[in-house]
């Protein structure tokens, strides 16, 4: 088919040239090139690295226009890098679901533009397969043929969304899906907020139990009460929505609809997201010795990995080696257990914390080390701030958590008081208006942004399902 000489050819040329040319010159003037052509969309990701729905079908590139997300744009330029995959998405996707050909080697990235805006990011997997990051969202599309401008014109005159509202793709709603735990005593309640904003409006709801959107539906996680030997455990309970309507949740191999995982003591769950639950506990172990504060992480669903996971399963092998590094000669005196790992908040971020343990005693003493260096890996997304905790603590006292939208225009901060969810105007961190719920002794143990499109069929969904209530 196509060949990799050519497209270097043409890399090389516009590298050289781009600089000392005129704008037109800049534009790809080789047909054969693999970035200009008719591509079939395979499959669309939203930034949790999941499959998604979508309407569209085709991209369309020619030398100064572009057909993408069911929109023409023309008078284009072309601007190109070489980077590793891995890296580039790893500041925009969660790449622990995302596995493409050679993602550790060099490869090239065409940035697309007109004018000063920037539409999408092409990434050349192959001779003949593209990925491409359009407005949070990644195409997987194949090379199906050549084109020139009447086919293209011809397409679009035929294709493009006219029926939709121009805001469907350039809309600047974001939101977030908030689970909180509120602790009492012994005893912890949870709850899943979803704030949507749009311009200066801001709109907020809430439900009990912490509901996530996974693979177009959701997953509801709950932490229910039950006696095992005369002893009262909290075993954690995940069903699968397989829509966004909300419907009956549905039994099959990967969301079994009563996924009990084992009985603990006193569970609070520290941390939910699309791959992971990590939660605390008391281990009661009949006659044995309680670990007291044990850890542990599960799986959301079936995948390779055992439950509960290994340290070595969730950051590298040989880590114990690292944990022994950190900790000098005070390991011999320590016992590892390698499922006793977690993912708590601090200061705004997570983190993947190791427990080991050694007795004082009778009394068990845990010593934690945070292993810091792997959480760019894990939590590309979530540990994403637009806006720094020095800001943060000029405008609010007493903060104890936060988290910000990527466009910086909204925060969610946590104070002594309770939540202030706050729309700023524009991005100069001037407070338009502020929203409260108060809450004792509750911290965050989940914060799924998203935008555009996504966010706006969340809101709709929610708007229509009947146990979301609105509380501004």
């Known amino acids: 088919m196509k060949n990799k000489i050519c497209w270097i050819f ?34 669309k990701y939203n930034q949790n690295g999941e499959k998604i729905d979508f309407n569209e079908d085709q991209i369309m590139i020619i030398n100064n226009k572009i057909f993408i997300g069911g929109r023409n744009y023309e008078n284009i330029d072309f601007k190109t890098k070489v980077v590793k995959i891995k890296d580039y998405l790893s500041t925009s996707f969660n790449v622990g679901n995302l596995t493409f050909k050679n993602m550790d080697e060099n490869t090239v990235i065409v940035s697309v533009f007109t004018g000063e805006e920037h539409i999408c990011d092409v990434i050349m997997l192959t001779d003949d397969m593209i990925l491409a990051n359009f407005r949070n969202s990644l195409y997987l ?18 294709h493009e969304l006219k029926n939709l509202p121009e805001d469907k ?32 409006d801001i709109e907020i709801y809430m439900t009990d139990n912490i509901f996530m959107p996974k693979n177009n539906g ?78 542990a992480i599960i799986p959301i669903e079936s995948t390779q990995f055992e439950s509960p996971l290994t340290l070595e399963q969730i950051y590298k092998k040989n880590a114990i080696e690292e944990i022994k590094n950190n900790i000098a000669g005070n390991f011999e005196k320590m016992y590892y257990d390698n499922t006793n790992i977690g993912i708590l908040r601090r200061n705004g971020y997570w983190v993947l914390v190791s427990r080991l343990f050694y007795y004082s005693g009778n009394k068990i003493k845990n010593f934690e080390v945070s292993l810091r260096d792997a959480n760019n890996k894990i939590f590309a997304n979530e540990n994403t701030q637009s806006i720094s905790i020095a800001e943060i603590n000029q405008l609010f006292s007493n903060v104890e958590d936060f988290t910000t939208s990527q466009d ?7 104070t002594r008081e309770g939540f202030k969810f706050v ?25 799924k942004w998203y935008y555009g499109v996504d966010i706006e069929n969340y809101r709709k969904s929610i708007i229509e399902s009947d146990f979301w209530k609105r509380l501004f």
């Open 408 to 414: 910086r225009n909204f925060a969610i901060v946590k």
């Open 10 to 43: 043409v890399i090389i040329s516009l590298f050289f040239f781009g600089c000392t040319t005129k704008k037109k010159d800049l534009q790809i003037k080789n047909l054969d090139s693999p970035l200009l052509g008719n591509y079939t969309i395979l499959t």
């Open 423 to 447: 729309n700023f105007v524009d991005n100069k961190l001037e407070i338009e208006k502020i929203a409260t719920l108060q809450m004792d002794n509750a911290k965050i143990i989940m914060n």
């Open 218 to 295: 959701y997953v509801n996680v709950n932490v229910g009460k039950e006696i095992i030997g005369g002893v009262l455990t909290n075993p954690i309970t995940i069903n699968y929505y397989p829509n966004l309507k909300f419907s009956s949740p549905v039994e099959n191999i990967k969301y079994p609809r009563n996924s009990k995982y084992d009985s603990k003591k006193e569970v609070k769950i520290n941390f939910v997201n699309n791959q992971f639950i990590s939660f605390a506990f008391d281990n009661y172990n009949y006659g044995h010795t309680d670990f007291k504060n044990s850890l």
């Open 169 to 200: 793709y350039i809309s600047r709603a974001s939101g977030i899906f908030l689970g909180i735990r509120e602790d009492y005593f012994n005893d912890s309640r949870y709850y899943t907020v979803f704030l949507y904003k749009k311009d200066n």
């Open 141 to 158: 599309a194949k090379y199906k043929e050549k084109i020139d401008k009447k086919n293209y014109e011809d397409f679009v005159k035929n």
